[in-house]
């Protein structure tokens, strides 16, 4: 029972749709007005065909004036001619003269366009070549500047090891300058204070005192009995180092010392060259250089930019003058076809004098362009009557849908009808199979 519900639910729904499509392909077929823009089909062709025929006499009856009408059409001929090639340069040189000019050619003014722009272009060129020879000497200087500091670095840093080495060379040790010159001159001076004379006596005098007053003269403090023994021992050797005989040792190593230092006193020019490229002269070459390099790209870019508009502009002249023999040729056939023209409004003058102006040619072009009218007109009539005969014919197809559809739902409805009698006689049937029951058992 659900089931032929749902059925007929279902197909009530695609009924609405089958009307809703059949109103629709009414419409169409109503606002399509086939019958009346078939017949206005008619009535163009049968115009067409009369018009055609009269054509065609005209044609026939064109025999006279036979040596102007060929000079007259010669004269159409060669102002077709002019005005096709005319037409032809300007679509061809259209694209570069729109690129160089900015606006589409005109016969009319291409050759003056062409002149102007020539000379703008020339203007252009000028400073151009002003402006790359600039941008490329700047940027030759700055190649130039670089590549000397990067040389200049690279000889300086030579420069700076070989001093390096000769410093290295001359100072035993591996001391460093700096180091090894303080350190001699302050060995040259103990030096030269431990070879004094009179100095022993000094260490002498401080010993007695010490020894009988246990006091230390020389940094006037007392002396404890423990520190009396480490006193006497430091004199004694002071004593001993301070003797003639010692003395005369020492003086040996002040010499010694002297010309230590005086050889490194020598080395000073050496390590101040030195010093002065570690930490001027190469830390200047170093900024120099990063700014150039930071400089350089957008110094070449520059370059390369006035090149490039340098290049286009070259281009963009050779354009120009090829364009100057096409815009020369459209100035000629502009004045030849202006020359043409007054001779053939002349012919037309004469011959309209006596008759018809038109040659065969003009009537067989106007036949020529009536029958594709007419082939047209036909393929269009053609055309409307399949499409009037297809939208019949889905009418047609969808009425037909739409009555199955509705005998289906009629079948459909039926069912359900015979289904619900039956199932209330069920019912029935069996309320009374239930008071027959009941009855039997009171009976019983």
Not at 18 to 39: H, M, P, V, W, Y
Not at 382 to 406: F, S
Request: hydrophobic letters at 30%; charged letters at 40%; aromatic letters at 2%.
């Amino acid at each position: 029972m659900q089931s032929l519900a749902s059925e007929l639910r279902t197909l009530g729904g695609d009924i609405e749709e089958k009307k809703s499509r059949l109103e629709k392909i009414k419409a169409d077929i109503q606002t399509g007005n086939f019958d009346e823009r078939l017949s206005a089909k008619a009535a163009k062709a049968r115009s067409m065909e009369d018009q055609r025929d009269t054509l065609n006499t005209e044609l026939r009856g064109l025999s006279l004036q036979a040596e102007s009408r060929a000079r007259l059409d010669l004269k159409r001929a060669e102002v077709r001619s002019k005005t096709s090639d005319t037409k032809n340069i300007l679509e061809l040189c259209n694209v570069k003269f729109r690129k160089l000019i900015g606006r589409d050619a005109r016969a009319e003014t291409m050759e003056r366009d062409i002149d102007r722009a020539s000379r703008e272009k020339d203007e252009d060129l000028a400073g151009a070549e002003a402006e790359a020879a600039a941008a490329n000497k700047e940027l030759q200087q700055a190649e130039t500047t670089l590549s000397h500091a990067k040389s200049e670095m690279k000889s300086k840093r030579d420069e700076l090891k070989k001093l390096e080495k000769k410093l290295k060379d001359e100072i035993e040790g591996g001391i460093s300058f700096e180091i090894a010159l303080p350190y001699a001159e302050k060995e040259l001076e103990i030096r030269k204070n431990e070879s004094k004379a009179g100095m022993s006596q000094v260490y002498e005098q401080i010993l007695k005192v010490g020894q009988a007053k246990k006091r230390c003269t020389a940094c006037n403090r007392g002396l404890h009995d423990n520190e009396m023994a480490g006193f006497e021992k430091y004199l004694k050797e002071q004593i001993s180092n301070h003797s003639p005989e010692a003395v005369e040792v020492q003086k040996a190593e002040v010499k010694e010392w002297e010309d230590e230092v005086k050889g490194l006193r020598d080395l000073m020019p050496v390590f101040t060259t030195k010093e002065r490229i570690r930490t001027v002269e190469l830390p200047a070459l170093e900024r120099q250089i990063k700014a150039l390099d930071e400089d350089l790209p957008s110094i070449s870019e520059k370059a390369e930019q006035a090149a490039q508009r340098l290049t286009d502009l070259k281009k963009d002249i050779r354009e120009i003058a090829s364009l100057k023999q096409s815009a020369s040729t459209v100035s000629r056939n502009q004045n030849e076809t202006e020359r043409l023209k007054s001779d053939i409004k002349n012919l037309e003058t004469e011959l309209a004098a006596t008759g018809s102006a038109k040659t065969g040619d003009d009537v067989q072009r106007e036949l020529d362009a009536l029958s594709n009218e007419i082939r047209s007109n036909e393929r269009e009539r053609q055309a409307l009557m399949t499409e009037r005969d297809h939208q019949n014919q889905l009418l047609r197809t969808n009425e037909n849908d739409l009555h199955a559809m509705e005998k289906k739902e009629n079948n459909l409805s039926n069912q359900i009808r015979d289904k619900d009698i039956m199932e209330e006689r069920i019912v029935t049937m069996t309320n009374e199979i239930a008071t027959l029951h009941s009855k039997l058992k009171v009976c019983s």
